[in-house]
């Protein structure tokens, strides 16, 4: 119990915007849990830890709430309301509830499935001293929450609010439980909009204020989704959390049947497992249930099958009838000998005929009626169910025709045009694949039945999409390919409007609209309209002259080989480079069809024509238009990080005294190059969007990628291969270097690269191991651990898409290079095998 007076403040006004449909009509936290509001077992949870007096903090239908807790009685507790006339954020919120406020109190939100020992956690607030301790917990995949770094003693040292994998430094989350001293909070502004995670706690760390965690090894289960919702249920019916019973277990026919004595229930009735019956069910001779949860006045007619579903109050279901791993809502009926399959979803007040099939992972919203016998799949709305993420940064991919079907794409695109207003417009382009022609076309489709308009380019190139974005009105882009490396997938590419890729913010908004599948329908008349815009490529084509010293270009009689890898730029570039006087051979210049069969090239015909004709050198341009890689006039490859520190050079010997911003992974030569030329050098994660976000901050003169790709602020947006190949020449002439001598004078150390094995559960622990094992060392936490070393560095990161962790480690020495590189792959190896095991004896525990 906590020692000093203190009082509980229940976050309770969500939107449960991802927990649709079953938050259409109710709000989050009274969604039922085993026939009680979910925000009624936090109540309980808090009164059991002495904490009586509690505040609710409302916002969305707040009645629902009001109505059903009173003023706390009931339950034993005090309760009151605030409801602020806006939203202020989670912190912010709470800010404005301070004065009615103990010194000392705890915050937990209303929509948690919790047993966390909160008198615990405020005894080590109080050992501590604590001005702020949050509750933390383990999680195998931590990249939904926010992640705490702590030292032994609890104080906190790193705050992260929803990581990438590059950021998951541990697997310790935080909870959202938060004890707080009053004068600490007291320091914050009232009537303004704040988040925990996102301003205060990072706010308070740079204050150097006494912010502990405290990790709990109790039960927590965020109910933020309905995967969550149903294994919240799961935990409640097989005894992982103790659930609140209101009549006593009884054992019948091999199962355990929790039933209010005025339920019926026909003698023949099967059991299996637990089944929890609400006041006033009726279930019909002959039916079967097994771990389910039936709500009030529910109906189960004669020869039913109900099994691991959950059935809201005054639900029908007709003789004869299977639901299986659904959850159904209040009101709703579904007729005799009708077939609801795994992880469905029905509604309210639906009304299913007779001999209904619902398909699996269907989803049927409030208030629809279907007929007899009909079969329920892409008629209404409903949803594929995905083991990770929808979008990885920007991107969305998938199998061709698989995964990334013509009614996915058409879905993503009313989920991304459900953002916009009707009637304002999208970009969208594509490769010439017909692969990405199809997906573009149903993304269109999906576009324009939001009242969105589209300006099609059609077949382009990223970086020209890109430049329209930024001289136009339009609010977004879209860029459809196929796959890189991958010719059986398809990537459709984000952008917002200014020609920046997607913020992950907008891509997890654009998730959750394409999760609960709440889109905006048009009505005929604003059905978005499709343009087809002139002009496009003489536009780009002046845009990347206008900036070029093109007499210097022509002066110097360049000769190259260009490989254009049957991409769009072989219908650009080559213009431009005889507009220069640059002499060209150019290799696969046609765009292809089809890239469903295309080989990955190297560099091999590349370097043998450049070496056979003695030209200056050999460029490779990937089919997108935005890196690309380099061969000298002997036909030797560059390497990226080679032909980034040569980049470096070349920028730095123009611009002395400059900054710029490259990729953790980049070679330490770059540092060099800086104290050679009075530059500054930033390090960002190790990814295109970084490297956009970099360029875009307007303190760095200039950002290079490790993998081709290079930006010159503020007119580029993203890497152009087609601006950055000109500016190459542009730069050499200006410095009349020659480029094989100037890359043999920009060798980097030996880098090696490689990844090991790691099962996406151990993700976060094997991080949270990294960190503790290098807390003395010189080390760079940019994106995963960069760990700094006299002879060298090694960087370790989890795979953004792939079960691995990546390893890349340079030295002077190739031996040595190889040496760390297998060092720590054995060491990650080891520790996973412990890791995995100890999971493994957990499970089988749990389950005797």
């Known amino acids: 119990m906590p020692t000093t007076s203190s009082s509980a403040v229940i976050m309770a006004g969500g939107f449960g915007t991802r927990l649709k449909p079953l938050t259409v009509s109710v709000p989050k ?11 009624e077992y936090v109540v309980q949870l808090l009164r059991r830890h002495g904490h009586n007096s509690m505040i609710g903090l409302l916002y969305f239908q707040p009645e629902a709430i009001t109505e059903y807790f009173g003023d706390g009685s009931q339950l034993g507790v005090r309760m009151q309301y605030i409801r602020p006339d806006a939203d202020f954020g989670t912190a912010g919120s709470v800010r404005n509830a301070v004065p009615q406020l103990a010194d000392r109190f705890i915050v937990i939100s209303g929509d948690v499935l919790t047993d966390i020992d909160l008198s615990e956690a405020f005894a080590f607030h109080e050992r501590s001293g604590a001005e ?18 702590t030292q032994p003693d609890g104080r906190i040292t790193r705050f992260l609010e929803k990581p990438s994998w590059g950021e998951v430094f541990s697997d310790t989350i935080n909870t959202g439980i938060y004890i707080l001293e009053r004068k600490l909070m007291e320091t914050l502004p009232t009537e303004t909009a704040l988040d925990f995670g996102k301003d205060v706690f990072p706010q308070f760390l740079a204050e150097g204020r006494r912010l502990y965690g405290y990790i709990s090894p109790g039960y927590w289960r965020d109910v933020g989704n309905v995967n969550e919702y149903a294994a919240a249920h799961h935990d409640l019916l097989d005894g992982t959390i103790q659930p609140i019973w209101d009549n006593s277990p009884q054992q019948r026919d091999g199962g355990t ?9 026909a003698d023949d009735v099967e059991l299996d497992g637990t089944v929890v019956l609400g006041g006033r069910t009726s279930v019909g001779a002959g039916a079967k249930l097994a771990n389910c949860v039936l709500g009030p006045g529910s109906v189960v007619g004669a020869g039913a099958r109900v099994r691991n579903s959950v059935l809201w109050s005054a639900v029908t279901v007709g003789g004869g009838a299977r639901v299986d791993e659904a959850i159904v809502q209040t009101g709703s009926r579904i007729g005799r000998s009708s077939i609801l399959r795994e992880k469905t979803i029905v509604s309210e007040l639906c009304q299913l005929g007779a001999d209904v099939i619902v398909h699996a992972n269907c989803r049927i919203w409030p208030r629809k009626r279907v007929e007899d016998g009909a079969i329920v799949s892409s008629s209404i709305v409903w949803g594929e169910q995905y083991s990770r993420e929808l979008f990885t940064d920007a991107k969305v991919s998938g199998l061709t025709n698989r995964e990334f079907t013509p009614e996915f794409a058409a879905r993503l695109g009313a989920a991304f045009a459900s ?28 576009v324009s039945s939001s009242g969105v308009n589209i300006r099609d380019l059609r077949d382009t190139i990223v970086p020209i999409l890109r430049s329209e974005l930024k001289r136009s009105d339009a609010r977004a882009g879209i860029y459809v390919r196929s796959t890189p490396d991958e010719p059986l997938s398809t990537d459709a590419i984000f952008f917002d409007g200014d020609g920046f890729d997607l913020p992950a913010g907008r891509a997890q908004s654009i998730e959750r609209l394409f999760a ?13 309209i499709i343009e087809y815009p002139e002009g496009v490529l003489e536009r780009y084509r002046h845009t990347v002259l206008r900036e070029i010293d093109r007499d210097a270009i022509r002066a110097m009689g360049y000769r190259v080989v260009i490989d254009y890898n049957n991409g769009y730029v072989g219908e650009i570039l080559p213009s431009l480079l005889a507009d220069l006087g640059i002499e060209t051979i150019s290799l696969n210049s046609q765009p292809l069809q089809s890239t469903a069969t295309f080989p990955i090239r190297e560099h091999g015909p590349l370097s043998r024509i450049v070496n056979a004709v003695g030209y200056d050198l050999g460029v490779s341009i990937n089919p997108a238009g935005e890196r690309f890689d380099t061969v000298d006039h002997q036909g030797s490859p560059i390497s990226s990080q080679q032909l980034l520190v040569t980049m470096a050079s070349l920028f730095w010997q123009l611009h002395p005294g400059t900054r710029i911003a490259v990729p953790v992974t980049a070679p330490s030569h770059i540092e060099r190059l800086a104290a050679a030329h009075n530059g500054t050098v930033v390090r960002v994660k190790n990814d295109h969007l970084s490297l956009m976000r970099a360029a875009a901050t307007g303190t760095n003169d200039f950002v290079g990628g490790t993998r081709g790709g290079f930006i010159l602020p503020p007119r580029q947006r993203g890497a152009d291969a087609i601006v950055n190949v000109i500016r190459l020449f542009e730069w050499l002439a200006r410095t009349k270097s020659d480029f094989t001598d100037l890359a043999s004078a920009c060798q980097t150390g030996a880098i090696v690269q490689a990844s090991v094995s790691c099962p996406w559960n151990l993700k976060g622990s094997l991080m949270r191991r990294i960190m503790e094992h290098t807390s003395d060392d010189r080390r760079q936490l940019v994106d995963g651990v960069r760990l700094e070393l006299d002879d060298g560095w090694i960087w370790m990161a989890p795979h953004r898409r792939t079960a691995h962790f990546e390893l890349t480690a340079e030295s002077d020495q190739p031996w040595r290079s190889g040496a760390l590189v297998e060092e720590w792959r054995e060491r990650i190896a080891e520790w996973a095998k412990v890791d995995e095991e100890s999971l493994q004896t957990a499970d089988v525990d749990a389950e005797v």
Not at 132 to 149: D, K, Q, S, Y
Not at 257 to 265: E, M, Q, T
């Open 516 to 528: 609960s599948e709440d889109f905006r329908r048009a009505d005929p008349v604003d059905m978005g």
């Open 257 to 265: 049947l929790i039933a209010d004595p005025s339920c019926v229930i």
């Open 132 to 149: 702020a301790t949050m509750v933390l917990t383990r999680r195998e995949n931590p990249l939904a929450f926010g992640i705490v770094v």
């Open 419 to 446: 953002q916009f207003k009707t009637n304002e417009s999208i970009i969208i382009g594509r490769d010439r694949s017909a692969e990405a022609r199809a997906v573009a076309e149903a993304l269109k489709s999906g």
């Open 29 to 39: 936290p009274m969604v039922p849990m085993a026939n009680r509001p979910l925000m």
